[in-house]
């Protein structure tokens, strides 16, 4: 069976936390995600929105630039780990901060830019694409 496409058109920021919702309820059971688009496309933004979803003051989420990755507390005391992997120049950089620890953990980790890391990104990750629309609005578009 082949690969189904999934697609959320997310209109503006007042969408943005039905659209968390949408995306947390199509894709449950997937713990790493994977976050490609464009500066500016709103990775961060939707991350804080999931948080939102999730019982996460939207407030505390920002984006892990320099420490790599920022860890959040859902309303049900589970983590979710935030990464972003802008700055990365190697590899080992992901890897000396535990990366693979982080992954097994089972807790929902949300990453930034992994096209920097895409070698290590295990097999289930699932890989969404944010893209600008010319009106401005954001598609969030993913295969499973």
């Not at 997937?30 to 999730?54: E, Q, V």
């Not at 990755?69 to 890897?95: M, P």
């Not at 830019?113 to 010319?134: C, G, K, M, Y």
Request: proline share 4%.
């Amino acid at each position: 069976m082949p690969p189904m496409e999934h697609t959320i058109i997310i209109k503006d920021l007042a969408a943005i936390d039905s659209a968390a919702r949408q995306f947390l309820s199509e894709t449950s059971g997937h713990n790493i995600i994977a976050l490609y688009g464009s500066m500016g496309a709103g990775k961060t933004t939707f991350t804080a929105a999931l948080c939102r979803a999730l019982g996460i003051d939207g407030e505390s989420v920002s984006s892990p630039t320099f420490a790599l990755v920022n860890e959040y507390r859902t309303r049900s005391g589970g983590s979710v780990f935030h990464f972003d992997f802008y700055r990365i120049d190697k590899i080992a950089e992901a890897l000396d901060i535990g990366f693979y620890e982080y992954i097994d953990s089972g807790c929902l980790c949300i990453m930034e830019w992994p096209e920097n890391i895409e070698e290590i990104l295990p097999e289930e990750t699932l890989r969404v694409h944010i893209a600008v629309l010319p009106d401005g609005s954001r598609s969030l578009t993913w295969q499973d």
